[in-house]
Structure formats: C-alpha cells, structure tokens
C-alpha cells in the first residue's frame, strides 16, 4: 500500500483553528445579544477585562477566523502568532482608549495608568499608532481601513436618515386627528404610545441607564379612544394644565458597582447567582438575581439584611420570583428619586391603550413603566399607610385625574374629610353631590344617603329587568334621555369614622362595598391607622384592590396587604399596589400633582358651571341632626333603658361596649335617660 505524504493536506492546521476561532467568537456574539442561549460566563470575564473593547475583540476574533478560513498558509504557527499579536494589539490599545473614559476594563486601566503616568497626554497618540500597527499585522492596510471607514460611515448616514423618515411617516400615520365639538374646548393631544426597546443583560460601556431594561412587548400600538360628544356646556380642561416632570438619570457606572457588590455579598455566604438585570424606576432600581443551579430562594431572601449593609441601603426589598421570569428581583433605593407627576401618566401609552370606564393613574413601577387601574373593575379601592407617606396626595391626584377625563354627567363625587382641609379643595367642583363632609355628626347621614341612592337604582334597573349600569345607560340612550351618572363615594380618614360610630359606619360601607358596583356606586377608602379594630375583616374580604404606603411595623402590613413587605417602603410616595387580579403587591412610586395644577381644574370647572347639590342629602343630614338633638328619639333608647335596668347602673362606657356604638352617641343617649328621669343624675342609677 502506497501511504499517503505528510504534506497531501498543507492547509489542515489554518482550517481547524480558523473553525475553532469561528465557533468561539459566534458564541461570544450570541451569548452577549441573547444570554439565555448559553453561559455567558466568557463574555462577563471578556467584558470585565476589555471593558468597552469587548465587542471590538469579537469582531478582531471573527476577523482572524476568516482569514484563516478563506486564505490558508502552510505555516500555521507562525501567521497565527502574527494574527495574535496584532489582535492584541488591537483590543488592548482600545481597551486603553476607553479606560481615559472609565470604560476600558481592568486591563485598558492598567495600560492607560501607566502610560498616562509616565508620558501624559502623549499616551493618545501612542494608543492610535498601536491599533494602526495591529490592524497591519491583521494584514488590513491603511488605506483599506479608511475606505471602509468611509462606507460604514454613508450606510450609517443613510440608515439614521432612513429611520428618521420611518418615524415621521408613522407618527403621522398613528396620530389621532382631535375630534370638533361645537362650544368645547380644543382636545387635548396626547403623546402616540411608544414601542420599548429590546430587552439586553446589560447596558454597554458608556451607555446611561435611562430606560428600564425589561421590555413591554408591544406589536400594534392603539390609537388613543376618540373623546365621545358631551353637551355643549362642558368642556374637559386641558392637560397642560399639570407640568412635566425632569427626569433624573441613573449612571451606569453605580449600577454596575451596586451589581458586583451583590454578586460578591453573596458569594461571600456561598451563594451562587448572578445580576442579569438592571431596571432602573424612578425611586428604586431592580436588580434581577438568576441563581444558580441547585441554589434555593431562601438562601438569598435570608440575606436581606446583610445585602442591605454591604450597600449602605436604609432598606432592600426582595420578590423572589419576578413574575413572568425565574429570577430574583432586589429593589434598591436610589441615591436620587425622581418625581412621578400626574402628567408623565396620564400622557404615557399604557393609559391610553387601557380600556376603562374610571382609569386610574397611579404611578410607575420599578421598571419605569406606568401603572394604570381601572376603578370600575376594582370595583373598590382602601389605602393606608402612616402620616406623611402620601396617603393624602395619592387622593389628590386620583381625584384630579377623574376631573381631568369625566364631565359632571358622567361621574359624581360624596366626599366626607374629617380632617378639614385635605379634600376641601374641591369643594364648589359641579361633580359634587353635596359640599365636601367634615362634621363627624353627619357622616352617618351622608352613608345613607349613598346606600339609599343604591337601592333606588336597584329597584330602577329590576323594573325594566336590567342587571347593571351600562345596560341601563344604553336603554336611556336609546329613549334620547339623559345617561345616569357614577358615583364614588371618597372618605379621606376612616379610623375617626370608626371611633364616632363604628356599628353604623361599617353596616354602611360593607352593604355599599358588597352591592353597589352593579350600579355604578364605587368606594375609595383611606385610613393611617390600619388596625384590625378599623379595617375589620368585613371590610377586607370586600376591597380586594389596596394600595399601602409606607407604615411602622409588619403587623400593620399584614393587616393591609395580608402579608410583610410595607414597612420596608420609603416613604413620599412609594406603594405597593395590589389590583383586582394580582396574586402578588407591585411597587409602584406614586403620582404627585401640586396644589397649583389643582387649584387650575377646580377653577375650570367652577366657571364652566355652579355647583347643583342634590337636596336629599339634605334631608338625610337634617334627619340625622334632629335625631342628636332629640336621643329619645334613638332607636337605641329602648335598649339603652333595659340595658340601665339589667345592670342597675350606667356609664357612657358601658353603653359603647354593650350597644358597639361611638362616644357622643352613648353621652347623647346617657343625656337623654337622665333627661327622662329613669337615670338618677348624680349616681347613674
């Protein structure tokens, strides 16, 4: 048998390393655009020693591969140590390039420190001339490098051109024309939803982290819903009454500190995992943990505290899972919170595109993105959270953001303030169904008349066989009669509700929570007491939609939300919101609005209209005072008397126990027996 010479295949050597080179930098490329197709475990080593240059080195690495590929030598080692030295070359001095702006890893620092400290600003030219020799080595001239320079640098003028036009043409394609109502006020604009951009493990060198990473996948943008016909005497005031809020920018450089220091905290306790993702809000940023195979959640959820000390945090939140994905999301406070206005809701695409009959605009969650509710589906909504963590502001501005989208004949208020001066700002609004509530006394009155207003709709739609309001609003629409409104009934402090009269307040509002979404009745809760004696288990089992804010202690959290989490929030605006069909709280940093803008929508709608009070809720309240003043005429008072007679003595105390009524209930019902003799005035006999 003849054999076969040792040089029948010269070029076998430059082929399976220009293969092995080829395969290694596709992985890098894939692992960096999409990390779930592989361990990204290369990548992050490439990354934390180039820094920036990391890409410029897989394309260095691709380059080589091809050459080797395509224009094969006998002599192997050596055009392959040529190769090698250039693309080191090549990387390193870019890498040094970008270390003067903090962005050329651990050895761009390296060479950049010692260059620069040894020859100055001379190191630039040194750096150039560097990757000029490398490029050569690579065997691409000067000149070749300048003309594709050139070209690069047309086909990326003609593409931004490109992408420019595309985005004209489509925003005026998808921007709604505003409709023309004869005596109204001109529409208010709104901003055409925007299409995120692709989510990425982590943002590249020099890229500012302004945008949250994980993405809202949107294939078809909706137009914003045309503003329906109003009569002719009401117009919408205009959104650019509320301002713009400035957004602050979180740097990349801390995000990416704050991401090593985790990752070494919980190395350090043996914990295997890794950040993936950094989603910046507007208070907090989300850090989002995969662990590591066999690694258990509860190894890391042990370690809150300890995270919170290695990155000087007052406080950290973890969700372990994040919904929708197998990681572990830490919330970190940012070292600047922005502020979230009623505006950058009410203006973002997520509002528009909900389809509700009452939105809500609440706030953004950790990722930036807008949260939006629907009260009509809620149907109810109870909110609690300690004095000053912004139980108050959220009432504002949910109130501003239905006078912003609802006209008196669509949507009525009854509010009840027992503390003055929080919502008797939009005392005169024609929305109003009776002037803002602060007298304790008349509170009971003001619940009747709502639970009385829900059984005379009741026995309206059962008369013409209807089930709820909109089928009841089309049957008048359909006679030409005017539409019924809705109305939501807002109480600003429940505990000091609770205290005057807890039996008939809670009577009140569980009959109200329980029967009257049907009829378009909805119920907007706020408490900063949330104790079992004034969120009694009768009115959670009827809220399942509830916002807390920030409180004192776990207990107060596990009353509210029925679970930890709230007393570790921040304060001035930072919630957890559970809505209607959510298994877990969401953090959301709620909206704000300045007395100024509601000072604006008060004042425009006081001169569209005086206010028209509905007069039954005046004589509901008349009722109510004429009974205080006449407690004989307290269908307590029979029992009060048998309860004097059983016991053979009374106090003021004794009737609050026995009959679970409120202190100036009992003393108007102590007044009254001692009034009509059977109570012995000096001993209570």
Request: charged residues 20%.
């Amino acid at each position: 048998m003849v054999q076969r010479p040792a040089t029948a295949h010269p070029h076998r050597a430059s082929r399976i390393t220009g293969m092995l080179l080829l395969l290694g930098s596709l992985y890098l490329a894939f692992t960096g655009i999409d990390p779930t197709l592989g361990p990204s475990g290369p990548l992050d080593t490439l990354k934390t020693v180039a820094g920036g240059a990391a890409v410029p080195a897989v394309l260095v690495l691709l380059v080589i591969a091809l050459l080797l590929l395509l224009r094969p030598t006998r002599s192997t080692g050596g055009r392959v140590l040529r190769l090698g030295f250039g693309a080191v070359l090549v990387v390193g001095s870019t890498a040094g390039l970008l270390a003067a702006f903090s962005a050329g890893g651990v050895a761009g620092r390296v060479l950049w420190v010692a260059l620069a400290g040894a020859i100055g600003l001379g190191a630039l030219p040194i750096l150039i001339g560097a990757i000029v020799v490398g490029f050569l080595l690579l065997g691409i001239p000067p000149r070749t490098l300048l003309r594709g320079a050139r070209r690069a640098a047309r086909a990326l003028a003609a593409a931004a051109f490109w992408l420019v036009g595309s985005l004209i043409w489509l925003r005026r394609k998808t921007t709604p024309q505003p409709p023309v109502v004869t005596g109204q006020a001109p529409a208010t604009l709104r901003k055409p939803a925007k299409v995120r951009p692709a989510s990425v493990p982590l943002p590249t060198a020099k890229q500012e982290v302004t945008q949250p990473m994980l993405p809202v996948i949107q294939t078809h943008v909706d137009e914003p819903p045309q503003t329906p016909q109003r009569p002719e005497d009401w117009a919408l005031p205009p959104i650019t009454m509320l301002q713009l809020s400035k957004q602050v920018e979180v740097s990349e450089v801390d995000a990416r500190q704050r991401a090593k220091v985790i990752e070494d905290t919980l190395k350090s306790f043996g914990v295997d995992a890794h950040v993936r993702e950094i989603n910046p809000g507007p208070t907090v940023t989300q850090f989002a943990l995969e662990p590591g195979v066999g690694t258990k959640v509860a190894r890391i959820t042990s370690l809150q505290n300890d995270l919170a000390l290695a990155l000087a945090a007052p406080s950290i939140r973890i969700e372990a899972p994040v919904p929708g994905q197998s990681r572990v999301g830490l919330e970190i406070p940012n070292a600047q919170a922005s502020s979230v206005l009623l505006r950058d809701v009410m203006d973002s695409g997520a509002f528009h595109n909900t389809k509700g009959k009452l939105k809500l605009a609440l706030g953004r969650d950790v990722t930036g993105r807008a949260v939006v509710g629907d009260l009509a589906r809620m149907p109810h909504l109870l909110i609690a959270g300690a004095t000053g963590a912004g139980k108050s502001v959220c009432l504002n501005s949910i109130i501003a953001g239905l006078l912003f989208q609802h006209t008196p004949d669509e949507l009525r208020f009854l509010m009840v303030d027992p503390k003055m001066v929080e919502l008797k700002t939009f005392d005169g609004v024609p929305h109003l169904v009776w002037p803002v509530v602060t007298e304790m006394d008349k509170v009971v009155g003001v619940l009747k008349y709502a639970v009385g207003e829900m059984e005379r709709r009741y026995k309206e739609f059962s008369e013409l066989g209807i089930r709820n309001l909109d089928g009841y609003n089309r049957k008048l629409e359909a006679e030409g009669k005017p539409k019924l409104a809705r109305m939501v009934v807002i109480i600003d402090e429940l505990a000091d509700l609770m205290m005057a009269a807890p039996e008939e307040v809670e009577a009140s509002i569980c009959r109200l929570a329980q029967m009257a979404r049907a009829v378009g009745i909805h119920l907007i809760l706020a408490t900063q007491r949330p104790s079992v004696d004034v969120v009694t288990g009768l009115i959670k089992a009827n809220f399942p939609s509830r916002i807390a804010f920030a409180v004192s202690s776990q207990i107060d959290s596990r009353v509210i939300l029925d679970m930890p989490g709230a007393e570790r929030l921040l304060g001035r605006g930072d919630m957890l919101f559970v809505g209607p069909d959510s298994i877990k709280p969401s953090r959301v940093q709620g909206t704000f609005v300045a007395d100024e803008e509601i000072d604006a929508v008060v004042n425009h709608w006081k001169t569209m209209q005086p206010a028209a009070y509905d007069q039954e809720v005046g004589r509901m309240l008349d009722a109510e005072t004429r009974k205080a003043e006449n407690p004989d005429e307290d269908p307590l008072f029979k029992q009060a008397l048998a309860l004097a007679e059983t016991h053979g003595r009374l106090s003021t105390s004794l009737l609050q126990r026995k009959l679970r009524i409120g202190y100036n209930r009992a003393a108007r019902l102590m007044d009254a027996l001692k009034a009509s003799g059977e109570l012995d005035t000096e001993l209570g006999d």
